[in-house]
T-cell receptor, first 113, second 114 residues
Framework: DQQVKQNSPSLSVQEGRISILNCDYTNSMFDYFLWYKKYPAEGPTFLISISSIKDKNEDGRFTVFLNKSAKHLSLHIVPSQPGDSAVYFCAASANFGNEKLTFGTGTRLTIIP | DTGVSQNPRHKITKRGQNVTFRCDPISEHNRLYWYRQTLGQGPEFLTYFQNEAQLEKSRLLSDRFSAERPKGSFSTLEIQRTEQGDSAMYLC????????????FGPGTRLTVL
């Protein structure tokens, strides 16, 4: 039972354009959502998070949008840079992040120079 | 603050052998998590500690797996009688037990069971 889904295994975007990564979840108990970035042979690196009391959170080039009614969130990266090429994981937690994380399967983002 | 560290980074073992991994969390973090990641999948939760107490174990964690966190600092994950299906990246993360607080991950230990 995949409670967090990232339906796009890969995405290619031109440098300077916007990258949009999507994530869907099924568990209504999830109320805290995070995006992690992962390079090969490294652990995931935290990017940005959002709690269910908000619908948008912004940090520099990264913005996360949450649509609770659709159980959908998205990560926008603008402008995209070559260093953004990595695998991006969406994760969700209950109890406002005070519990274990449930991850999606990841989206490999490739930024084309 | 040197981040979360894990040792060893790589471990190759033969089927049936026991292996032990170590995780050192960020020093002030009281929560410590273990996850496992296989190729093409996201990390899957195994177990977590708050201080020295093990608060939750996944049903993925068979009785061949045991984790400890003596004195609430570093943690060890032991796998007994390893099987080829145990081959994976084992990730450790730490956090403060508070709301809306992210988990910080270590670099992982890659286990290969031959």
């Amino acid at each position: 039972d995949q409670q967090v889904k990232q339906n796009s295994p890969s995405l290619s975007v031109q440098e300077g354009r916007i990258s949009i990564l999507n994530c869907d979840y099924t568990n209504s108990m999830f109320d805290y959502f995070l995006w992690y970035k992962k390079y090969p042979a490294e652990g995931p690196t935290f990017l940005i998070s959002i709690s269910s009391i908000k619908d948008k959170n912004e940090d520099g080039r990264f913005t996360v949008f949450l649509n609770k009614s659709a159980k959908h969130l998205s990560l926008h990266i603008v402008p995209s840079q070559p260093g953004d090429s990595a695998v991006y994981f969406c994760a969700a937690s209950a109890n406002f992040g005070n519990e274990k994380l449930t991850f999606g399967t990841g989206t490999r983002l490739t930024i084309i120079p | 603050d040197t981040g979360v560290s894990q040792n060893p980074r790589h471990k190759i073992t033969k089927r049936g052998q026991n292996v032990t991994f170590r995780c050192d969390p960020i020093s002030e973090h009281n929560r410590l998590y273990w996850y496992r990641q296989t190729l093409g999948q996201g990390p899957e939760f195994l177990t977590y500690f708050q201080n020295e107490a093990q608060l939750e174990k996944s049903r993925l964690l068979s009785d061949r797996f045991s984790a400890e966190r003596p004195k609430g600092s570093f943690s060890t994950l032991e796998i007994q009688r390893t099987e080829q299906g145990d081959s994976a990246m084992y990730l450790c993360a730490s956090s403060l037990a508070m709301l809306e607080n992210e988990q910080f991950f270590g670099p992982g230990t890659r286990l290969t069971v031959l």
